[in-house]
């Protein structure tokens, strides 16, 4: 049948979510256009391990997991079994829980920046407390930034600026509606690996920098010496230093992107795959930077919620047992391999490359301008054969060997098709799909 039957069911709801909700989605990164409108999987049911299922029961491999949210796999049983018995004493008390003590022993025991640690519920929420935290601590306003640091006005300002290597937005397609543009100038991005370009920033406000706030990598190992050199900045300039290790924690080591690399920041964001799923963030730090916090205004009923902190407890304990980093090594690294030698049996230019724990393939295209619609029929050619992806891959614990080999069977095959396409100028052709659009230039490679 034509794949928008095969997905019928989720675009009438995505029809319905139009008149109720705005945006349609909760997150951009579920939104429709972000995949192959009319062929990719909008709504699920169910998930278990490496899989889910669709609302018109169509099954997918998953490599994309909640955005990285799910890291030992879906419907974990072990991390489900330690929420469900938590729920049965109680989701949340009237008084505090000693999960939130437990958790910030673990979590200082395996992040190199934490002696201290408060919770939130999300990354975007994490990432304006350290805002909060690094001006309290420092007593100063201006934060310095490159990467994406969520939703929340501090950090939205900066689009009332300029990107500083691209003179557009610094995150183009986002317009900051809503945001006082009395903000404007309280944020200000720098350009990941250009290290003179910060020290610039740093001497044209010096004394103004509460904090250099940073992804510190996605996709590629930062340039040698790069990340040592912003540390050396923060501390010279007296900044607080922190991490937004929101998208890149947990899977390279239990410690993160700072434990692999051995750069330590003063203060570190975390979410996403920290819980397996379930709602959980939190902002961890030297004693130094985060006790001032015990004297600002920060605070939320659920941010003590007992089945995150469980969930938390149980995945970092999971992560640890079961080997992660080691694992995730071997699935990253075999992946690599796999579609490296797809990518040659189809004979089409390209690689797939990066980090182990988030390989990119990158298509060498003979015209710039066929980018959207090359990825875009990979992305739909993948979903037709029960494969739901974009141009990078995250893993979870519960891919197998075999999963992988199937990954690279359906992309040699996918190759393929867009080798012909590129063959015979008739690429758009293939197409069946809206063309995939990025909600946001990011500005950390």
């Known amino acids: 049948m034509p794949d928008n039957q095969r997905v019928a069911r989720s675009l009438q709801l995505y029809q319905r979510a139009e008149a109720l909700i705005p945006g349609r989605t909760q997150l951009i990164s579920r939104r429709s256009s972000q995949f192959a409108h009319g062929n990719s999987p909008i709504y699920a049911v169910r998930a278990k391990d490496a899989r889910f299922i669709d609302v018109d029961e169509n099954e997918y491999l998953d490599w994309v997991n909640a955005v990285g949210a799910i890291i030992l796999g879906h419907s974990d049983p072990i991390v489900d079994s330690a929420v469900k018995e938590q729920i049965d004493r109680g989701s949340i008390f009237t008084l505090n829980s000693a999960l939130e003590i437990e958790l910030a ?18 990354g975007g929420e994490a990432n304006a407390v350290a805002a909060r ?25 900066a689009n009332y600026l300029v990107d500083p290597a691209s003179g557009e937005f610094p995150f183009a397609g986002i317009e900051p509606i809503g945001v006082p543009p009395e903000l404007a100038g309280t944020a200000l991005p720098f350009t990941w690996g250009d290290l003179g370009g910060l020290r610039d ?16 990598m996605r996709t590629e190992l930062p340039p040698p ?50 819980s397996n799923g379930y709602p959980m963030g939190a902002v961890v730090g030297s004693r130094a930077v985060m006790e001032p916090a015990s004297r600002m205004f920060i605070s939320s009923s659920y941010w003590s919620d007992n089945l995150g902190l469980a969930a938390s407890l149980t995945t970092i304990r999971e992560l640890e047992r079961r080997d992660s980093a080691q694992r995730f090594e071997a699935i990253g690294k075999a992946l690599i391999k796999h579609l490296n030698h797809a990518l040659r049996e189809a004979g089409l230019a390209g690689a797939c490359g990066g ?91």
Request: with cysteine; charged share 20%.
């Open 355 to 445: 980090v182990f724990w988030n390989p990119v393939i990158q298509l060498d295209l003979p015209d710039e301008s066929l980018r959207a619609a090359a990825n875009t029929l990979f992305i739909q050619e993948m979903a037709r054969r029960g494969i739901h992806c974009n141009m990078s891959f995250k893993a979870t614990l519960a891919h197998s060997q075999a999963d992988i080999e199937w990954t690279a069977t359906c992309a040699a095959e996918v190759f393929s098709l867009i080798q012909a396409g590129l063959a015979s100028g008739d690429l758009l052709a293939l197409l069946e799909s809206d063309l995939t659009k990025e909600p946001f230039r990011r500005l950390v490679r």
């Open 105 to 122: 022993e673990l979590l200082n025991a395996v992040i190199p920046s934490a002696e201290m640690a408060r919770y939130t519920k999300g």
């Open 201 to 216: 920033l740093l001497h044209a406000h010096e004394g103004d920098v509460a904090a250099i706030m940073m992804e510190p």
């Open 225 to 274: 010496g790069y990340l040592e050199g912003v540390q050396q900045l923060a501390r010279t300039h007296g900044a607080v230093l922190i991490f937004d290790e929101v998208s890149c924690g947990f899977r390279p080591r239990v410690g993160g992107v700072q434990a692999y690399l051995g750069v330590k920041p003063d203060m570190t964001v975390l979410a996403k795959a920290m």
């Open 133 to 157: 935290i690094a001006r309290g601590a420092t007593g100063r306003n201006l934060i310095l930034f490159s990467g994406y640091h969520g939703w929340h006005d501090w950090y939205q300002s």
